[in-house]
């Protein structure tokens, strides 16, 4: 290596990192994006677009919600009538009762 290295090496830093600078501050934004301006009436009809998405997608989930509930109340009923008097085997009889084994 010559004994002009370091300082080109220095030099070509310098002139990349005032390059990058130099690029960044022509090329950023100077105003942040807005968005263009509409009428008042194209603002309402824009919020009433809105809010009718928005009820459909309330409606739907309601709906859903509903169809849950009434999944669980079916099975809470299943449930109930499976565990009912008659089909729960009675516990008085000698064959039904629990023997404790020792360990």
Request: proline share 8%.
């Amino acid at each position: 290596m010559g004994p002009n290295v370091i300082p080109v090496a220095f030099f070509a830093s310098i002139a990349w990192i005032a390059w990058a600078a130099a690029y960044a501050w022509t090329h950023r934004p100077s105003q942040p994006q807005r968005e263009p301006e509409f009428d008042a009436l194209t603002r309402a009809n824009r919020l009433e677009e809105r809010l009718e998405r928005i009820e459909q997608s309330m409606q739907a989930m309601a709906v859903e919600i509903e169809r849950l509930g009434e999944g669980q109340r079916f099975t809470t009923k299943l449930l109930t009538e499976r565990t009912a008097p008659g089909l729960v085997a009675p516990r008085e009889r000698e064959e039904y009762r629990r023997a404790d084994t020792p360990h």
